[in-house]
């Protein structure tokens, strides 16, 4: 069992940065990939960003490609996502998971554990 915890969400004029942090706890953390999701009301979650398990390799959504870095430090079972140049679509609640598997999967249901979210508010 993993236990995932965001925190870092808040309120945020466009064009400002925020860095989200992801504790994990529990089974060993540095054998999964990970990634970041959002989520809107109405909207399924859709895919931000994805790390394998040892960081070396990264993946992004187009939409955030260039604005956003997801990174991990495994010795501190925390993931991380640097977010700069907020726009207000970036305005969702953010999740992270752990998918027990080595290479990075943009699909939800490969993620088996989840954080409870983080809410990310820009604003124009």
């Known amino acids: 069992q993993v236990q995932l915890v965001e925190s870092g969400g808040g309120l945020v004029q466009t064009g400002g940065s925020l860095r989200l942090s992801c504790a994990a706890s529990?089974?060993?953390?540095?054998?999964?990939?990970m990634g970041w999701f959002r989520q809107t009301p109405g909207k399924e979650r859709e895919f931000v960003a994805g790390?394998?398990?040892?960081?070396?390799?990264?993946y992004y959504a187009d939409s955030v490609k260039g604005r956003f870095t997801i990174s991990r430090d495994n010795a501190k079972n925390t993931m991380y996502l640097q977010m700069n140049s907020l726009k207000p679509e970036d305005t969702a609640v953010y999740y992270c998971a752990a998918a027990p598997q080595i290479a990075i999967t943009t699909m939800t249901s490969k993620y088996v554990w989840w954080g409870q979210g983080t809410q990310v508010t820009v604003s124009s």
């Open positions: 790390i394998t398990w040892s960081g070396g390799n990264t």
């Open positions: 529990g089974r060993t953390f540095s054998t999964y990939a």
